[in-house]
């Protein structure tokens, strides 16, 4: 190659040498200019949002960590960058919830478009009634949107938001999801912060501090990720006198509802409902261990009615309308799976995430240069810190990510993500 290159170079020199006759300038004029017409021609160009988005995004950071693994190395790559426990081979998703599955495909029931982009009836009853067991009113199936998982449901809310000159308030630590999707439909994004020492509670003097006018809402996620926290009645409680306050409604990610082993029980956020709207997000993928499945649900739950006063139903029906569905056979089995799945299988799952929490909050006490500030009481994160003081050659936690990739093809992911 450094060969070619050289002789193109000589060529080029030798041609300098060489006077051109005008008739020779006046056609590489020409040429020119045909060149640059032609580079001109397209009206478009890749959209740079998506593009700084995706340093926002889990997955492309997870890519980032994979790409930086050693192809040669053939120890096996432990995954522990994010919520898919179905890598591993004590996590499997219910009989019962299998057998649904294949039962609502070889019915060729469910081969159609879902008639409703909120989701085919059954459906949306079973998730009503499902949700219902923890509340003190009952949902309506009018109330729930079935939604290709949580990321969907996610999606849906902050673009029913999106007016002109909103803000939305995000926990930090957070999912960052929330600040993607906010930035691909303008929403301005204020975080307030997560008190570690209070057990990862909401600070809300700094939520009210930060809102204003065009405050819309402000996001919880309960049980947490990545703080592994579980709020309390008694905290929850007055997240929804303060979002009341401030005329906000409140966004619960409950994706990881019930999966809790400490001292708090899950505590949906839909109980304060009569207090302040609430839009309930949650999905199949954790508690049943099967975050391929894409089956999540957007919630009203709301019994004041205040939601379809402001047109945010409306709102949530005319985005459906536009979006996609999750598919119809997982629809079709998810009524079987809510209503079917045992009580023993549960009752596993949070053993292992109970037995993994305390060999991880265990053993992260025993390094010196890490630190945990509140042992984890639910879903399937422990949040640390790091003091880079006590390490060497290592500037942030990304770069401690990418090296601990490197070298122990071990998948972890950075706070600041």
Not at 98 to 115: G, Q
Not at 400 to 415: D, M, N, R, T
Request: hydrophobic content about 40%; overall charge negative.
């Amino acid at each position: 190659m450094q060969f070619l290159q050289f002789l193109n170079l000589n060529k080029q020199f030798l041609s300098s040498l060489i006077p051109k006759t005008p008739k020779q300038e006046l056609f590489e004029v020409q040429e020119q200019e045909k060149m640059e017409k032609g580079s001109k021609r397209w009206g478009f160009r890749a959209n740079e949002d998506p593009n700084s988005a995706s340093g926002l995004s889990i997955r492309g950071v997870l890519y980032s960590l994979m790409q930086n693994i050693d192809a040669g190395d053939e120890r096996p790559t432990i995954p522990l960058g994010h919520g898919d426990p179905s890598a591993f081979p004590c996590f499997r998703t219910s009989l019962s919830a299998e057998d649904a599955i294949v039962d609502a495909l070889r019915s060729a029931d469910f081969n159609s478009y879902s008639p409703t982009t909120a989701g085919i009836s059954p459906a949306r009853r079973a998730i009503a009634e499902y949700l219902s067991r923890d509340l003190s009113y009952k949902l309506s199936p009018d109330d729930v949107y079935v939604t290709a998982g949580c990321v969907q449901a996610i999606e849906v809310a902050l673009n029913v938001l999106a007016r002109p000159g909103a803000n939305i308030l995000l926990p930090r630590p957070g999912f960052p999801i929330y600040e993607a999707r906010a930035d691909f439909c303008n929403l301005e994004v204020r975080h307030f912060d997560l008190l570690p020492e209070q057990g990862w509670e909401v600070d809300l003097d700094a939520v009210e501090a930060l809102a204003d006018e065009n405050t819309v809402a402000m996001v919880i996620i309960n049980p947490g990720n990545p703080c592994g926290s579980v709020f309390s009645y008694r905290h929850l409680k007055k997240v929804a006198e303060t979002a009341k306050k401030l005329g906000i409604l409140v966004i619960a990610d409950e994706v990881y509802g019930h999966l809790t082993f400490g001292s708090n029980p899950f505590v949906p956020m839909g109980e304060f409902g009569s207090i302040v709207p609430v839009l309930t997000l949650g999905s199949i993928s954790k508690r049943w261990i099967v975050p391929g499945w894409r089956l999540g649900w957007l919630v009203t739950t709301d019994p004041s009615g205040i939601l379809r006063k402001t047109k945010i139903v409306e709102g949530i029906k005319g985005y459906c309308n536009i979006s996609t569905e999750p598919t119809t056979f997982i629809q079709g089995a998810i009524s079987h799976i809510l209503e079917q799945t045992k009580e023993d299988f549960f009752v596993k799952i949070i053993n292992i995430l109970r037995q993994a929490s305390d060999i991880c909050y265990a053993r992260i006490k025993e390094i010196p240069c890490i630190t945990c500030p509140h042992k984890p009481d639910g879903s399937m994160f422990l949040m640390a810190k790091l003091d880079l003081l006590q390490l060497e050659d290592i500037n942030d936690d990304m770069d401690f990510c990418f090296k601990l990739a490197q070298e122990e093809s071990v998948i972890i992911l950075p706070g600041e993500k």
